[in-house]
C-alpha cells in the first residue's frame, strides 16, 4: 500500500482527521501499519480535494504541498469577520453591494503577481506561536505581506445572487455580532442578477499557486470594490494532478476498508509526479541510486524525473549538467 487516497473531504473534519481516517481504514482492512500524510491543509469549513500519502508516497506529501490549487469559493458582501470565514465575530460591516459589473472590473487587479497580507486566524507562526493561537488569545497578530501569484480568477456561471439573499454551500447570517453556518446546499436559488443589480455575494473560481490564502484574497476583492465580505463557502476542485473526479468521500473509504477493498481507490506512488517526465533505468543504474550514488551521462534532460526499474519506483530524481543525483529515494522493490 504505497500511493495515493484522494478524499472530497467533508465540511468539519479538519485534514489531521481525515488522515487519522485513513489509517482506521488501512487497520480495519487488514493493511497493516503504513506512514500517512496528507497534501495540504484544508480548514474544517472548507471541502474538497485532499491528497494522502500512504507509505512510500509519504515522502512526496511535501511537494504536493507546493503544487497550485485551484478552489471554488463564495464571497458575502457587507460584514468581515475575523477570521475571513463563517466561523468568526463580525469586526466591520458596509451597507454596500457591488453589482456584477463591478466584480469583473476589478478581477483584472488580482489576476497574476500580487501581494496579500494572510489571515490572522492561519497556521503561520509568530515568534514561534501559531498566529491562529496569538489570534484566539486576543492578542495582535501583524503578518507579512507575502508574494503570490493568481493565474486564473473568474465568476463562475450563474452564480451571482441579488439583494433578494440565497443560500449556497456553507452559507450563513448574522446574529448578535457571529456569523452562523447553514446546512451546506449546491443549489442556488433565484435568477441571475440583471444588470445594474446589487449583489449579496459572488461564487468565483481561483487557480492559484502555493502559499494563497483564498480569505485574504476574498477580503481584497470586497475592499477594492468599497465594501467588506468574508467567505461562506470554500471547495478545493485541484490539488497538483489531482482532481475531484478521483475523489472518494469519507463513507466510501470506510466501506472500502470494512471491505478490505482499499486497492480499489489507491492511486499508485507515481500518480503525484505525473507532471515530470518518467525515466527508465537499467538493473545497474537502479543499484546505484538505490545506494545514493550519482549518475553520471545519464541520458536525460535537465530538471527532475521519475526513475523506475521495471515500473518499480526507485527515486525521484534531478538531472543537472550530465549528473543526476537522488532528490527523495523510495524503498520499495
Given at each position: 500500500?504505497?500511493?495515493?487516497?484522494?478524499?472530497?473531504?467533508?465540511?468539519?473534519?479538519?485534514?489531521?482527521?481525515?488522515?487519522?481516517?485513513?489509517?482506521?481504514?488501512?487497520?480495519?482492512?487488514?493493511?497493516?501499519?503504513?506512514?500517512?500524510?496528507?497534501?495540504?491543509?484544508?480548514?474544517?469549513?472548507?471541502?474538497?480535494?485532499?491528497?494522502?500519502?500512504?507509505?512510500?508516497?509519504?515522502?512526496?506529501?511535501?511537494?504536493?504541498?507546493?503544487?497550485?490549487?485551484?478552489?471554488?469559493?463564495?464571497?458575502?458582501?457587507?460584514?468581515?469577520?475575523?477570521?475571513?470565514?463563517?466561523?468568526?465575530?463580525?469586526?466591520?460591516?458596509?451597507?454596500?453591494?457591488?453589482?456584477?459589473?463591478?466584480v469583473e472590473s476589478v478581477l483584472a487587479q488580482f489576476t497574476g503577481p500580487i501581494e496579500q497580507v494572510p489571515p490572522a486566524y492561519s497556521a503561520l507562526k509568530v515568534d514561534?506561536?501559531?498566529?491562529?493561537?496569538?489570534?484566539?488569545?486576543?492578542?495582535?497578530?501583524?503578518?507579512?505581506?507575502?508574494?503570490?501569484?493568481?493565474?486564473?480568477?473568474?465568476?463562475l456561471p450563474g452564480t451571482g445572487r441579488g439583494t433578494a439573499r440565497s443560500v449556497v454551500e456553507g452559507g450563513g447570517d448574522i446574529h448578535n455580532g457571529c456569523v452562523s453556518?447553514?446546512?451546506?446546499?449546491?443549489?442556488?436559488?433565484?435568477?441571475?442578477?440583471?444588470?445594474?443589480?446589487?449583489?449579496?455575494?459572488?461564487?468565483?473560481?481561483?487557480?492559484?499557486?502555493?502559499?494563497?490564502?483564498?480569505?485574504?484574497?476574498?477580503?481584497?476583492?470586497?475592499?477594492?470594490?468599497?465594501?467588506?465580505?468574508?467567505?461562506?463557502?470554500?471547495?478545493?476542485?485541484?490539488?497538483?494532478?489531482?482532481?475531484?473526479?478521483?475523489?472518494?468521500?469519507?463513507?466510501?473509504?470506510?466501506?472500502?476498508?470494512?471491505?478490505?477493498?482499499?486497492?480499489?481507490?489507491?492511486?499508485?506512488?507515481?500518480?503525484?509526479?505525473?507532471?515530470?517526465?518518467?525515466?527508465?533505468?537499467?538493473?545497474?543504474?537502479?543499484?546505484?541510486?538505490?545506494?545514493?550514488?550519482?549518475?553520471?551521462?545519464?541520458?536525460?534532460?535537465?530538471?527532475?524525473?521519475?526513475?523506475?526499474?521495471?515500473?518499480?519506483?526507485?527515486?525521484?530524481?534531478?538531472?543537472?549538467?550530465?549528473?543526476?543525483?537522488?532528490?527523495?529515494?523510495?524503498?520499495?522493490?
Open positions: 500500500m504505497h500511493g495515493w487516497i484522494i478524499i472530497d473531504k467533508p465540511l468539519g473534519p479538519g485534514s489531521t482527521q481525515i488522515v487519522s481516517a485513513v489509517k482506521r481504514a488501512l487497520r480495519e482492512g487488514g493493511y497493516g501499519k503504513h506512514k500517512v500524510g496528507h497534501g495540504g491543509t484544508l480548514d474544517p469549513l472548507a471541502t474538497g480535494v485532499l491528497p494522502v500519502a500512504i507509505g512510500e508516497a509519504t515522502k512526496l506529501a511535501g511537494r504536493m504541498l507546493d503544487a497550485s490549487k485551484r478552489y471554488d469559493f463564495t464571497i458575502r458582501f457587507g460584514a468581515q469577520t475575523d477570521t475571513l470565514d463563517l466561523e468568526g465575530k463580525v469586526i466591520a460591516e458596509s451597507p454596500v453591494r457591488p453589482t456584477l459589473a463591478g514561534g506561536e501559531r498566529a491562529y493561537d496569538l489570534a484566539r488569545k486576543g492578542e495582535e497578530v501583524v503578518l507579512a505581506t507575502r508574494k503570490v501569484t493568481v493565474f486564473e480568477l473568474q465568476i453556518a447553514q446546512s451546506p446546499s449546491t443549489s442556488f436559488a433565484g435568477p441571475p442578477p440583471r444588470p445594474g443589480e446589487e449583489l449579496e455575494e459572488i461564487t468565483l473560481s481561483a487557480f492559484v499557486s502555493k502559499g494563497t490564502y483564498i480569505r485574504s484574497l476574498a477580503r481584497d476583492i470586497a475592499l477594492a470594490l468599497g465594501t467588506v465580505g468574508h467567505v461562506t463557502m470554500l471547495r478545493r476542485t485541484k490539488a497538483g494532478p489531482f482532481t475531484l473526479a478521483l475523489a472518494i468521500s469519507l463513507d466510501k473509504l470506510t466501506e472500502l476498508g470494512k471491505g478490505h477493498a482499499l486497492e480499489e481507490t489507491l492511486l499508485p506512488l507515481g500518480a503525484g509526479l505525473d507532471d515530470i517526465p518518467a525515466l527508465s533505468l537499467d538493473p545497474d543504474q537502479a543499484g546505484r541510486l538505490r545506494k545514493g550514488l550519482r549518475l553520471i551521462g545519464f541520458a536525460a534532460d535537465d530538471g527532475l524525473g521519475f526513475a523506475t526499474l521495471d515500473d518499480v519506483p526507485v527515486a525521484l530524481v534531478e538531472t543537472q549538467g550530465g549528473e543526476t543525483r537522488v532528490v527523495r529515494g523510495f524503498n520499495l522493490e
